[in-house]
């Protein structure tokens, strides 16, 4: 299924853990946290699933953050058992064609679930970041590119960022701060590279700053874009 297992990594690598599962009405979305969890927690990083894939997914995306809270969040539809989404999308001929009222749903669902995440741990948006893997990847970029004052930044990890985004866009002095990594297989099947050059494009047209590179691979996050993520990342996180 495409989006269910995005991590060439070898099982070495593994150092932490998910969480069980939370579900609760103070929060928009379910989700767990990586184990093990900070007892005081600075900053904050949110990981979004592809479609099709489950929240467990990017579990070994995060290692070596420390006093990071890791959340995995799971997408609000089911496509099957362990099976969930973003918003539905079928790939044709003329490229991804999107339910647009879903994709939308989500972005304003993942902002307030991001803002409930601060509020209970008290964590500032500036050391919070989200990112994901193909759509949620896509979801990573709709929020941070049309509500900078939550995020410091965001990871498009084989992804794309929508068109259909651009009503909701924050102006360019709203995006001055927001930094972003770009980061995509050059035989991508799913999503061609093409929409990484669309990205890196359109981010520069606006003015954020953002990293953006390309692996020999295929749909999916090899451990050198893990690496580079991360290198990007933690600085970040840890930033004064």
Same mark, same amino acid.
């Given at each position: 299924?495409?989006?269910?297992?995005?991590?060439?990594?070898?099982?070495?690598?593994?150092?932490?853990?998910?969480?069980?599962?939370?579900?609760?009405?103070?929060?928009?979305?379910?989700?767990?946290?990586?184990?093990?969890?900070?007892?005081?927690?600075?900053?904050? @990083?949110?990981? $979004?699933?592809?479609?099709?894939? &489950?929240?467990?997914? !990017? #579990?070994? +995306?995060?290692?070596?953050?420390? =006093?990071?809270?890791?959340?995995?969040?799971?997408?609000?539809?089911?496509?099957?058992?362990?099976?969930?989404?973003?918003?539905?999308?079928?790939?044709?001929?003329?490229?991804?064609?999107i339910d647009a009222r879903e994709a939308e749903h989500s972005r304003q669902t993942l902002i307030r679930f991001v803002t409930q995440l601060q509020q209970v741990h008290g964590i500032a948006p500036q050391r919070t970041v989200v990112a994901g893997f193909s759509q949620g990847g896509i979801l990573s970029a709709s929020v941070?590119?049309?509500?900078?004052?939550?995020?410091?930044?965001?990871?498009?990890?084989?992804?794309?960022? @929508?068109?259909? $985004?651009?009503?909701?866009?924050? &102006?360019?002095?709203? !995006? #001055?701060? +927001?930094?972003?990594?770009?980061? =995509?297989?050059?035989?991508?099947?799913?999503?061609?590279?093409?929409?990484?050059?669309?990205?890196?494009?359109?981010?520069?047209?606006?003015?954020?700053?953002?990293?953006?590179?390309?692996?020999?691979?295929?749909?999916?996050?090899?451990?050198?874009?893990?690496?580079?993520?991360?290198?990007?990342?933690?600085?970040?996180?840890?930033?004064?």
């Amino acid at each position: 299924m495409f989006g269910a297992s995005p991590l060439e990594m070898k099982a070495h690598t593994m150092t932490t853990t998910p969480g069980p599962l939370h579900t609760s009405p103070d929060f928009a979305l379910p989700f767990r946290v990586l184990q093990p969890q900070p007892a005081h927690p600075t900053a904050l @990083l949110v990981l $979004l699933h592809g479609v099709g894939g &489950s929240e467990t997914n !990017l #579990a070994d +995306l995060a290692t070596d953050l420390p =006093h990071t809270l890791v959340v995995l969040a799971r997408g609000p539809l089911t496509l099957g058992p362990g099976q969930f989404a973003w918003f539905r999308v079928a790939f044709t001929a003329a490229g991804p064609r999107i339910d647009a009222r879903e994709a939308e749903h989500s972005r304003q669902t993942l902002i307030r679930f991001v803002t409930q995440l601060q509020q209970v741990h008290g964590i500032a948006p500036q050391r919070t970041v989200v990112a994901g893997f193909s759509q949620g990847g896509i979801l990573s970029a709709s929020v941070a590119l049309s509500a900078p004052e939550h995020v410091a930044g965001f990871g498009l990890l084989s992804g794309r960022i @929508l068109p259909e $985004l651009e009503p909701h866009l924050a &102006s360019p002095a709203q !995006l #001055a701060g +927001l930094q972003a990594f770009v980061g =995509h297989g050059e035989q991508d099947s799913k999503l061609p590279v093409a929409w990484a050059e669309r990205s890196n494009q359109w981010l520069t047209q606006l003015g954020v700053a953002h990293q953006n590179r390309r692996y020999p691979i295929d749909h999916s996050i090899s451990t050198e874009m893990q690496a580079d993520f991360l290198a990007w990342l933690r600085p970040l996180l840890a930033a004064d």
